[in-house]
């Protein structure tokens, strides 16, 4: 028997980089996939498809993770599709990346509302059919960032350490109903967000990995899928460092 045979999983920014990787390895794992997206309707698409291919259900929601009304209606309607969700995956995220000096207020507001507001919108949604089946396991995807902090990424870095006092809130409010909430903070993952970044900071960011290679979706795919599975019944509120050992 598969790890995740049965089980729901919502994944939030799945259409690419890390979330894909999420969706397709808890997939492999044997659980049934309701994955969301904001603008990328094809990559959504041809997702659910090659998801559905490894003999799982799947779908593709189109859901702002940062708009309140939207998480709520989305979770109904994987609660219609599904029948249940067992496992919610908070890995929307966006950077609005500058110096302090010359951050604007929206970029400052936009990255707290996607990256931190979502969290929030996406755990209440589902925190009552959890509570009904005294069990459920929520992973929000942080970074290094949230932990160290880095210029030019003070909104992310505020953002991510957001994700990090409200998981260990969530996991001391509903640990007695048996609902685990635990952070991923993955380093340098190379992905579109990170394909943005300057070639002298990839480097710099490189000399500082112990383990001497950027990182890759799977690798944190492979490390949502404990924390969303049996094998860590017993874990919550811990923030797991997925870097390379970048910072120990
Ligand atoms: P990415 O390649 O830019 O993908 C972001 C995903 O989030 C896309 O699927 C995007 O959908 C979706 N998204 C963005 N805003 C959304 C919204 N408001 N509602 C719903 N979905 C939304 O980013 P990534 O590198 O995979 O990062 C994924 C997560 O890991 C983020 O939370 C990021 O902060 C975190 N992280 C990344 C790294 C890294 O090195 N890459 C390191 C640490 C942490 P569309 O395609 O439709 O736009």
Request: glycine share 10%; aromatic share 6%; net charge neutral.
């Amino acid at each position: 028997m598969k790890l995740l045979e049965g089980k729901t999983v919502i994944v939030t920014g799945a259409s690419r980089g890390i979330g894909k990787g999420i969706a397709l390895e808890m997939a492999e794992a044997g659980a049934n996939v309701a994955f969301t997206y904001r603008s990328s309707a094809e990559k959504a698409m041809a997702l659910e498809q090659e998801l559905t291919g490894k003999g799982v259900m799947a779908r593709a929601y189109q859901s702002d993770a940062a708009d309140f009304e939207q998480a709520q209606a989305l979770v109904n309607r994987v609660l219609e599709d599904f029948g249940g969700v067992d496992i919610l995956i908070n890995n929307a995220g966006i950077t609005k990346d500058n110096l302090l000096m010359r951050m604007r207020e929206e970029d400052f507001d936009d990255v707290i509302r996607v990256n931190l507001k979502s969290v929030f919108n996406m755990t209440k949604a589902v925190i009552r059919p959890m509570m009904k089946q005294r069990k459920g396991s929520i992973i929000n995807i942080s970074s290094v960032v949230g932990v160290r902090g880095n210029v030019g990424q003070s909104n992310y870095a505020a953002s991510k350490a957001g994700i990090i006092g409200f998981s260990k809130s969530v996991a001391q409010e509903l640990g007695s109903r048996n609902i685990r909430c635990n952070v991923i903070a993955p380093g340098f993952i190379a992905t579109e967000m990170t394909a943005a970044l300057d070639e002298k900071v990839l480097e710099e960011w490189k000399k500082q990995i112990p383990l001497r290679r950027t990182g890759t979706p799977g690798d944190v795919a492979k490390a949502c899928v404990f924390l969303a599975s049996d094998w860590s019944d017993y874990i919550t509120g811990q923030v797991l460092l997925v870097d390379g050992g970048m910072v120990m």
